[in-house]
């Protein structure tokens, strides 16, 4: 073995650096600061023009489009008592760029939740010590628990702690409630059969509509749909075939995983999903084919209170002063892949319009140079740019198409935006590629907005590799929804794309989750041993 030069040593720190304090990704605890604050923690943000029968069928001019954020990373069906919930001091938001200045505050919706604890039976009633109760044995208290079947009313008794929300639409100065009067009910966490013995059915009743804007809304706990062999990338990138090309037999396609392992399989999320006419988001109202602006960019952002102050034990938290965001999201893969860990938390708390200052990240990327000290392949940008300039990544993370950058600069705007043309018609589920537009004839794919299907980890080592790993099918070996099959519901195909809003899957259940011991046998078993091809 020879030696390690000079040279390579910063290189390689600076390869630990990025890769190793990290945890998880698409952006899963992606930042210090982030990482210890999970309920503010956005993991995936998605953008699509819905891919449901109902838009697919409408004329392009009617159609709808999707905006989904993510926050609470890696769930544990089964961790009881508490689950998994929204935080009442967080603003979560989903800001929209119409006009291609790189600002994305032309349309914001929020989201603000409150908690209530609520007795069995009503007012005077029992208090529980678990948030939810249910079980088809019980058929004391008038049957009042023997499964909690709805949200609200009859049926809901067992559901002790709820949260319910609120959505604004915030056009400049202007701030307009949505779905006023009514009261909008997150779905609970998904804790087993026996306490709700239907979760698809109640579930379905956390998804409100609003025919008079033509709105919907959802809010609750869903199945993960970010897949990633995620202990192999941050071991350094040590995937599990030393050179991480799918060449095999069908070894790229979309409904096989040929030998990576999806840490997030059987994980579940928290979910915030929003519907809306294309034409209330275009920056004159027409249909997107007729619009000045067809793409637009978007983020989401969660934010709390500046002033924080811990009160005595049995006290309300008091919170103050203005919002300071904590963390943000637009392209996958960012703050992981492009951003070294001394700048992540710094980059959570900017404005996405702001990125010039980040922008020696994108043109000399550290993950570039990671592949080539790893697999011994030479990256070679895919328009041709140096390796210590890469404009290809500018120009597809940070510019509308058409605009320029300066020469080796981002220019004006420059801002990390997820871009979506919605002229760009949507792709029935059955029918789309997991490498999107970037790598496909598929074109509703990531770049162009993101799905929960897109395969953003091949994507990304692909385009940052350039043309040696794009034509050497590079990948994590980790190609759809591991482990999709195993759920149930109405709405999941086989390869576990959900084909209605809020195009999430059904949750994973706390009680039916397993984590096989290595000493177990059976179907399901894993002995333990290393994971080979």
């Known amino acids: 073995m020879k030696p390690v030069s000079k040279l390579i040593v910063p290189l390689l720190a600076s390869v630990v650096l990025a890769w190793g304090i990290t945890a998880e990704s698409a952006s899963h605890r992606e930042a210090p600061f982030i990482a210890m604050d999970p309920a503010a923690d956005n993991t995936d943000v998605y953008a699509f023009v819905s891919y449901d029968a109902a838009n697919l069928a409408r004329a392009p001019a009617d159609r709808r489009v999707t905006f989904i954020l993510n926050v609470n990373p890696g769930q544990d069906p089964s961790d009881a ?6 935080d009442d001091d967080v603003l979560y938001a989903v800001n929209i760029d119409n006009n291609r200045d790189g600002r994305a505050e032309d349309i914001v919706y929020e989201f603000r939740f409150k908690t209530e604890n609520r007795p069995i039976g009503g007012p005077g009633g029992l208090t529980s010590p678990v948030p939810y109760l249910g079980n088809p044995h019980i058929t004391a208290l008038g049957g009042l628990l023997q499964g909690i079947t709805a949200l609200d009313g009859p049926g809901s008794e067992g559901l002790t702690r709820r949260q319910t929300y609120t959505v604004t639409e915030v056009r400049g100065k202007n701030r307009t409630v949505l779905f006023s009067g009514r009261s909008l009910i997150a779905v609970p966490s998904n804790s087993g059969p026996a306490t709700m013995p239907n979760y698809a059915a109640l579930a379905a009743q956390g998804i409100y509509s609003d025919a008079a804007t033509g709105i919907s809304v959802f809010a609750g706990q869903r199945a993960e749909t970010f897949y990633i062999d995620l202990g192999a990338v941050f071991d350094t990138l040590n995937l599990r075939r030393y050179l991480p090309l799918l060449t095999g037999p069908g070894e790229d396609n979309d409904n096989v995983n040929p030998y990576g392992v999806n840490r997030f399989s059987g994980a579940n999320i928290s979910t915030i999903a929003i519907e809306v006419p294309i034409t209330r988001i275009t920056s004159d109202g027409k249909p997107a084919a007729a619009s000045a602006n067809p793409v637009i960019g978007m983020y989401a952002s969660t934010a709390r209170q500046k002033v924080r102050v811990l009160p005595q034990p ?24 492009i951003i070294n860990t001394p ?26 140079t990671a592949l080539e000290l790893v697999y011994g392949v030479p990256v070679v940008p895919i328009n041709g740019s140096p390796k210590s300039n890469r404009t290809d990544l500018m120009g597809i993370l940070l510019k509308y198409p058409g605009q320029a950058l300066a020469g080796s600069n981002c220019g004006v705007p420059c801002s990390e935006l997820l871009r979506l043309d919605l002229r760009v018609p949507p792709t029935a589920p059955e029918n ?29 080592i692909r385009v940052v590799g350039g043309t040696n790993y794009i034509a050497n099918k590079a990948g994590d070996g980790v190609n759809f929804l591991a482990g999709a099959p195993g759920i149930t519901g109405v709405d999941i195909t086989a390869n576990g794309i959900a084909k209605n809003f809020p195009f999430l899957p059904t949750p994973y259940d706390g009680k039916n989750r397993r984590h096989v011991d290595c000493d177990e046998t059976g179907p399901g078993a894993n002995p333990c041993g290393p994971l080979v091809p």
């Open 81 to 86: 008592p508490n689950y998994y919930n929204f």
């Open 314 to 337: 049995g006290a309300a938290t008091l919170h103050n002063g203005p919002w300071v965001q904590v963390s943000r999201m637009a392209n996958p893969l960012v703050n992981e892949l």
């Open 343 to 368: 700048a992540k938390d710094a980059w959570n708390a900017a404005e996405p319009e702001n990125e010039a200052q980040f922008q020696a990240f994108y043109t000399n990327p550290v993950i570039a």
């Open 432 to 460: 789309q590629s997991r490498l999107g537009a970037a790598l496909s004839t598929d074109p509703a794919g990531w770049p162009n907005g993101r799905r929960p299907n897109d395969d953003v980890t091949d994507i990304a």
